[in-house]
């Protein structure tokens, strides 16, 4: 650096980011610092692998996806800064039903038109994935996207989903079932437990009358009595003294004429309406209990719309329209003895926020994965992992002590993986399409094989699901590590990753899954720790969300107060937590920038070079001993990813000592 000499004149005086980050976002990409930055060395020195969520591809970054992106890319440079050989891919869940709606219903494209629908879904995630992409590197971010980009629709990732199925499938996780499962109405296709969500709403409690088959009558509770028609049984519990002696006796249920026992079950709730309840198939989810519980039997009289089959009086209509016809005809034959306005909490599509559709249950045959069996080794697993911040531990382990059913794999939508099996209707086995072959569609490829390995049966039929996206996006460190592209020293090297980056909305899908699936094929579990961070929220306190509305843009917060600003304020909040976004804090955070940029240019013109065998006078020796306390501590914070105890350390130090 000898004879580089700066001027204060030569430095603007008031820091313009919109001038100068540009600069150093084109280096970053530049192939030379590529080469000798960026790129996985696999030189010997230790891997630090970073699983990053691929973000479905929804287009411009708001604030709350801008949060995760800076946490990515502070640690891959703070590692790189530590000696490591840092592998931070980064993935693209193309698929599933959001792209879906959207091409649906922006486009105005059908699903019955296939090939166009599934093109379409191509051309509306690239140009999404283009425009997310310039976004994240304005704002800094330095994944590998020369080695380790990739996108959940593309051949290489189909094979290895459809790879890990079949592997899942010879271990004996994957089987056919015909279950009640949980379907949106609204998307058409069932979803998994982990999807829904309750609401609370204004409804009735309506009571009503049943006959009984020799004499007199009882009055049950129910919030949805549209479903009468499909009652199995009326349950009372068992310590009810009010019912004792209608136990065993039978009732005609309404405008079905349906002869069903009145049985007792210690789960129904004395203090909910009469305390007698109806059976139907299927109210919620304490009716499949019920059902299955006493072997009763089932009816289904609402289809995939959400619209009634029978009886006849409802054929045809919604759930709502058949609750006021029922609800009308029961009042006009003196069966409806009290309605009354409740709040009451509705099982929803939750995990949509584009949706929200109260579900049904319906019983559909689908490919489905076991997984209580697996409950205990994922417990065992997550206790032996690291948690940063350590409470994110026990949200894992409360959602594995809250699941009730095996995973719902397949969907009944057309953007998505296609399950790489054919059914025989004659022995019912599930048959994998042969792994030379993958990726493979069985919707649009002729059949592999002619009859059934079981049976002979020529009796076969494609799968015309594909698969619940969580398939996808629950294999990402196996991908990434090269399993399934034979890469054995990388998957050596890599596996398990250093850590898993992600939100905590997806504690019970993305990290659940992956820990499962992941051991399930490899025998190990996928990484060492999960670094979990909380929620921006908008200024109502919601999570932020483009589809609600209020979320801040990444550009334009960037085009105002520059990326350093906005990254520093993200980062000054505890890793964990939620918090509030305003663009007050991030106007904050530039004025500090302004400062670091006027210190520099007070002192660039006196900085020499330090081979200049200088003198230090005790104050220089005084500000370089704080200044290793600070790079210390700072350490020992990103260290446990407490980027906001490291940056308010190293504001103090900046502010009070260097200053
Ligand atoms: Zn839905
Ligand atoms: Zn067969």
Redesign the pocket.
């Known amino acids: 650096m000898s004879g580089w000499k700066l001027s204060h004149e030569s430095i603007p005086k008031n820091y313009d980011p919109n001038a100068q980050e540009p600069k150093w976002e084109e280096f970053w990409l530049s192939k030379e610092v590529y080469e000798r930055v960026y790129k996985l060395k696999r030189d010997g020195r230790p891997i630090f692998f970073i699983d990053t969520p691929p973000p479905f591809t929804s287009g411009d970054l708001h604030v709350g996806q801008g949060y995760w992106v800076s946490i990515a890319d502070t640690i891959a440079r703070y590692k790189r800064m530590r000696g490591y050989d840092v592998l931070i891919p980064q993935g693209w869940d193309t698929h599933g039903?959001p792209t879906e709606l959207k091409v649906e219903n922006k486009l105005g494209i059908s699903r019955n038109n296939r090939e166009l629908f599934e093109k379409s879904c191509v051309e509306w995630t690239l140009k999404m994935i283009s425009i997310m992409k310039a976004d994240m590197i304005r704002l800094g971010y330095r994944p590998d996207w020369e080695g380790f980009e990739y996108s959940t629709h593309t051949e290489s990732y189909l094979k290895a989903v459809q790879l890990s199925l079949i592997d899942m499938y010879e271990k004996g996780y994957v089987y056919l079932d015909t279950f009640p499962v949980i379907w949106?109405?609204?998307?058409e296709?069932a979803?998994a437990q982990a999807e829904t969500g309750y609401q609370e709403e204004d409804g009735f409690l309506y009571t009503v009358k049943f006959e009984l088959e020799e004499s007199g009558c009882i009055s049950i509770a129910t919030t949805r009595p549209e479903l009468i028609p499909a009652c199995q049984a009326i349950a009372v519990n068992p310590k009810d003294e009010r019912y004792t002696r209608f136990v065993g006796k039978k009732v005609r249920v309404p405008y079905t004429q349906k002869s069903v026992p009145i049985i007792q079950d210690e789960d129904v709730d004395k203090e909910f309406g009469t305390g007698a309840v109806m059976v139907c198939s299927y109210g919620d989810e304490m009716d499949i209990k019920w059902i299955k519980r006493h072997a009763l039997g089932s009816e289904q009289i609402i289809d995939e719309k959400g619209r009634f089959t029978k009886p006849e009086f409802l054929y045809g209509k919604s759930v709502k329209s058949a609750r006021e016809t029922i609800v009308q005809k029961l009042k006009n034959d003196g069966l409806l003895l009290d309605e009354r306005a409740i709040k009451h909490k509705v099982l929803i599509?939750a995990e949509?926020s584009d949706?929200?559709?109260p579900?049904e249950f319906l019983e559909k045959t689908q490919v489905m994965i076991r997984l209580k069996q697996s409950l205990d080794k994922i417990r065992e697993i997550a206790d032996n992992m690291l948690f940063y911040p350590e409470f994110m531990r026990n949200k894992l382990k409360d959602w594995l002590s809250s699941i009730e059913w095996d995973w719902i794999v397949s969907r009944q939508r057309v953007f998505g993986t296609p399950l790489p099996f054919y059914h025989c209707k004659a022995c019912n086995a599930l048959l994998p399409v042969p792994k030379e072959l993958l990726p493979f569609d069985p919707r649009k490829q002729p059949p592999p094989f002619n009859k059934c390995v079981n049976c002979s049966s020529y009796d076969l039929e494609p799968l015309t699901d594909v698969c619940d996206g969580w398939i996808d996006s629950s294999i990402t460190p196996l991908f990434v590590a090269g399993y399934f592209n034979g890469d054995k020293a990388l998957f050596e090297q890599a596996y398990p990753a250093s850590i898993r980056l992600q939100g905590q909305e997806i504690i019970r899908t993305w990290l659940f899954y992956t820990i499962f699936r992941c051991n399930a094929i490899a025998g190990k579990p996928p990484f060492k720790a999960a670094v979990v961070h909380g929620w921006v929220l908008d200024l109502e306190g919601r999570k932020m969300s483009k589809s609600l509305g209020g979320a801040a843009l990444v550009r334009q917060v960037i085009s105002q107060y520059g990326a350093d600003s906005l990254r520093y304020t993200l980062l000054t909040f505890p890793i964990g937590f939620d918090f509030e976004y305003a663009h007050e804090l991030v106007r904050k955070g530039k004025l500090f920038m302004q400062k670091i940029w006027s210190a520099y240019r007070f002192t660039a013109p006196y900085v020499r070079d330090v081979s200049d065998n200088i003198e230090l006078s005790p104050v220089d020796h005084w500000i370089l001993s704080e200044l290793k306390t600070t790079i210390e501590s700072v350490t020992r914070s990103f260290d446990r990813y407490e980027f906001s105890e490291g940056l308010s350390k190293f504001y103090d130090f900046f502010w009070h000592d260097f200053l």
Do not use: V
């Open positions: 039903l949106c109405p609204k998307c296709t979803i599509h949509r949706c929200r559709s579900l």
